[in-house]
């Protein structure tokens, strides 16, 4: 049974910054690819960047130069790390867990002045 619980959304102005948790619980964290999705209101979810149990990245275009994520095996935690927020970035953003198809509830992130 694996769950995770993200922390770490708020409001914050144009141009700021917020980092990202996710915390997981369960066997074997460091082999398995996890990521960021995003759901703005009246839109699909989106990916925002994945990280591979070896640490490979990848970033959604829209996103690319301004986040970044990154994982601590050992702590068994995936961290967002975003810069230089837009207003668009506002959304709920979930950690997702690839190898078992599990999803967070979600942190609020909003964007705005």
């Known amino acids: ?11 914050v102005q144009p141009g ?9 619980s369960g066997r074997f964290f460091s082999i398995y690819d996890m990521g960021w999705y995003r759901q703005a209101p009246g839109k699909q979810r989106e990916l925002v960047a994945s990280i591979t ?5 990848n970033y959604a275009d829209s996103v690319k130069g301004r986040f970044t994520i990154s994982r601590d095996n ?6 967002l790390q975003m810069s230089n927020l837009k207003p668009e970035d506002t959304a709920v953003y979930y950690c997702k867990h690839y190898g078992l198809s599990v999803w967070g509830r979600g942190t609020q992130v909003t964007v705005s002045s």
């Open 74 to 79: 050992a702590k068994k935690m995936v961290n």
């Open 1 to 11: 049974q694996v769950q995770l619980v993200e922390s770490g959304g708020g409001l």
């Open 16 to 24: 700021g910054s917020l980092r990202l948790s996710c915390a997981a």
């Open 53 to 57: 149990g070896g640490g490979s990245t």
